[in-house]
C-alpha cells in the first residue's frame, strides 16, 4: 500500500515493510490531501498504477526540512554522530509533519566533496539512514550519497530498508566540480543484482547541475533521458544549473515526451514558479522549505506547510507528485557561513 502519490514501486517496499494492516486503516478514515492509499501488487511496474499526482520530496539537514549532514573527517565536521541522527530525524518528521510525500537523505554539507568518500561516509550514512526509517516507517524513502557514490547508496538504502537512490553520472560523462564523472549504469544495475537489492530504485541526474556539459553537447536533454530509460532508470531528475536554480520548463517538456518513466524535477521549485512544473511526476524541494529560502539554513516549519497546503500546489499535486530531502545535521559554524 501506498500513497496515490507514490510510484507503485516504492509501494512494494512499503509492503516489504509490512505496513499494509496500518494502510488499510488509514484508508478507512477521510481522505486528506496526501491520506489516500492504493493497494498494488509486488509485481506491478514502477510507478504505472497510482494516480498521477504530485510527490513532494524533502531533503533532511540538521535542521526542520531537508536533512544535511556533515560526517566525520570532513572539513567542518563538528558534530558526534548521535546528535546528527537526532536532529536528523527531528527534521523528517518536520517534513512529515507538513506533508511532503517523501525524504532523501544526502550529506550536502560535506564540502568539498570526494568522487570515492571513504567507509566512514558509508556507515553514517547507513546508520542515519536506519535511525530515519524507524522514526518514519511509512514515509518513501531516499538517500544520495555525493559525490556520485551510488553504489555505496545502493548498499546504504539496502542496509537501511530504504526505497530508492538519487544517482549522479548515470548515463554519460560531464565534468563536474569534483572532477570528470563518467558514466555508471553498467556497473551499478549489475551491483545492485549482486547484492540482492533489485527492490532500491534508482532516479538518475541527467545533464546534472554544478557541472559542465561541453563534452556532451551533442546530446540534447531529452536524448539523455532516454539513454537513462534504455539503461533501466527507474526515473530521471531534471534540474537547473545549481541548487536552487529553477529547471527549464521547456526541457522539461521535451523531456517527458521522450520518455515514459517519471520525470521529476531537482532544484529551484517554488511556491511562485511550481505552476511551470505541471507536467512532472515528482517535486524535489530543498531550498525553497529552509528559512529565506536559502539551502543551508533550517528547515522553517511554516514555509514548508503553507507550500503543501497552497491552491497552486494541490493544482501541481493533481498532475505529479513532491519529495523532500534529508540533509544530515549542520554545525552552527556551516549555518553562520552561508557563501563557501
Known amino acids: 500500500m501506498v500513497t496515490a502519490a507514490l510510484p507503485s514501486s516504492l509501494a512494494c517496499q512499503a509492503k516489504e515493510r509490512d505496513v499494509t494492516k496500518a494502510c488499510h486503516k488509514e484508508i478507512e478514515q477521510p481522505l486528506s490531501k496526501f491520506a489516500l492509499y492504493v493497494p ?17 520530496m524533502g531533503l533532511v539537514c ?11 573527517g570532513t572539513p567542518r565536521s563538528s558534530l558526534p554522530l548521535s546528535q546528527i541522527i537526532d536532529q536528523a530525524c527531528q527534521e523528517a518528521e518536520t517534513y512529515k509533519d507538513a506533508g511532503v510525500d517523501g525524504l532523501i537523505v544526502e550529506n ?63 548515463v554519460f560523462s560531464h565534468v563536474a566540480d569534483e572532477g570528470i564523472i563518467n558514466a555508471c549504469a ?5 551491483y545492485r543484482k549482486h547484492i540482492g537489492a533489485e527492490n532500491i530504485q534508482i532516479f538518475a541526474d541527467i545533464k546534472k547541475k554544478h557541472s559542465a556539459h561541453a563534452l556532451t553537447a551533442d546530446v540534447s536533454v531529452a536524448q539523455t533521458a532516454a539513454a537513462a530509460q534504455l539503461f533501466l532508470a527507474n526515473g530521471v531528475v531534471l534540474t537547473g544549473t545549481a541548487t536552487g536554480h529553477p529547471a527549464d520548463p521547456q526541457q522539461l517538456r521535451e523531456v517527458k515526451h521522450a520518455v515514459k518513466i517519471p520525470v521529476l524535477v531537482g532544484s529551484g521549485v517554488t511556491l511562485e514558479n511550481v505552476k511551470n512544473y505541471l507536467d512532472a511526476d515528482a517535486l524535489i524541494i530543498g531550498s525553497y522549505f529552509k528559512k529565506e529560502g536559502y539551502w543551508a539554513n533550517a528547515v522553517d516549519p511554516d514555509r514548508a506547510a503553507h507550500f503543501c497546503g497552497t491552491h497552486s500546489y494541490h493544482q501541481c499535486k493533481a498532475s ?11 554545525s552552527k559554524e556551516l549555518m553562520e557561513f552561508k557563501n563557501f
Open 40 to 56: 498494488v501488487s509486488v509485481c506491478q511496474s514502477p510507478w504505472m498504477s497510482c494516480p498521477k499526482l504530485l510527490l513532494s
Open 62 to 72: 540538521a535542521c526542520p526540512g531537508v536533512s544535511s549532514i556533515i560526517l566525520a
Open 108 to 170: 550536502m554539507h560535506d564540502v568539498p566533496y570526494m568522487v570515492c568518500p571513504g567507509p566512514e561516509v558509508t556507515a553514517a550514512m547507513a546508520v542515519l539512514g536506519a535511525a530515519i526509517r524507524q522514526s518514519c516507517p511509512r514515509v518513501p524513502l531516499g538517500v544520495q550519497v555525493l559525490c556520485a557514490a551510488n553504489q555505496q547508496a545502493i548498499a546504504i538504502a539496502l542496509a537501511a530498508g530504504l526505497d530508492f537512490i538519487r544517482a549522479e553520472g548515470f
Open 186 to 190: 553498467g556497473d551499478l544495475l549489475r
Open 320 to 330: 505529479s507528485e513532491i519529495l523532500c530531502e534529508i540533509f544530515s545535521p549542520i
